[in-house]
């Protein structure tokens, strides 16, 4: 970011909302709704938007257009080529979907996720959300990186959310807790969780040795194999000594078994 | 309402959505955003959409276009010249507004306002919502007619929200309030508190009768006297009992002052 559009930003959020929620839109198709996300994220104190591959490129006159006065949260937006990428300094992330999956993922309600966000701010842990395509959603793959769900409590016949109506919701949720107590008790570490980016450098280490192992057999099961064995390591909220930890015993293991029969 | 919409209604929100609150936009400017508001409202089971003197007429094009999928809602929407006719039939109605009033209305925060109209709703109190223009906002006289102010917790250096996100996000804290235990105790009567239209001719009555007193004086402040002398009957939330009983006594004041002094 530069310097000028960080004073601006400085200027038009408080202090406190520097680490508020990154929100992340994983494949947008419509600029129009990059640019709507953007005015209702300034809405509610939110400025941190981050694009995964954008289907039109980036940067995009029809966001520009629609985000007519939030255009700094516009110039501020990161473009990343994958999920694991604009999620890898995050500690506690959400993925926006109503769709039911197969992964051991929990699901939150609307109705905690903003207080429990404004606690993971309040001790300074990076968190973000994760919004899929307008018409495909996020894929399991995305999804599987990961910590909980947020369902919105939709009406069964008309589930179908707009994305930056749903971004919307999320933001008010966000704003609407501050100042609020907490809803429950956190880890005493929290402070600690690995980043992302260290959790998923750990799991590629893991899965290429799995590879070179033969573990993912027959091969056209691997993307599953793979989802469900990251989940529960998400869910685990490991710190960076545990991931330092675990990456030592793959290590080890992928050694001896090297030498043992090659 | 024609008879097959009804049907259609009828299958895609649950039967307890019948007395769901009514959305009303007053002088709405953009089809785009009205279309988005029967999206939104379908999305969290609202149908009951009310137009008051839309600015590019009705019907129309580019609100249909946006509706995809909510047409429903678009098809149902009624049509008025004014406010007072659209809220004629409810019995609690709220303001959306972000801007202080001199009007004394009680402010009502999102964190309280779905579970108070889920309980109208078991009460079968019909009850509303107004949105102003996209610019402009609500006029003075409409917010008048109103029993609360509805202020969404904003980010105050960008505080001007979407008419589209606005519908969105009371949508969602009708929805998200559902089952939920009331938060605080109602009258009694509540189901009889006067119908607003038995309210607003009480009103004109009393007003016609001031200003044939020269009570209006001078004319030109005539619109603010009139507001505040209507925001404390609203208040009072009145029985059509007591709308009766007081019409009774204008009559009575009038008559007399009459007679005594032509």
Redesign the interface.
Known sequence: MNKSVKDQLG???KKSDAVAPAVILVNPQLGENIG?AC??M????LTDLRLVAPRDGWPNPSAEAMAA??SIVLENAKVFDTTAEAVADLSYILAATARRRELEIPVIG??HVGTKLQNYAHKDVATGILFGAEKAGLQNADVALCDAILT????P??????L??AV??FA?LW??A?GKAPPDTFQSDLSEVAKRDHLIRMFEHLETELEKAGFFYPLQKKALMTQNIRAPFTRARMTEQEVRTFRGIIKALAKGRGRGQG
Not at 152 to 155: D, E, S
Request: overall charge positive; charged content about 15%; some cysteine.
């Open positions: 200027r038009i959020v709507a005015r209702c300034l809405n509610f104190g006065g939030a609307t109705e919105y409590p939709v009406n016949a008309f589930q179908s959310l707009n930056g109506q919307n919701i008010y704003k609407s501050e």
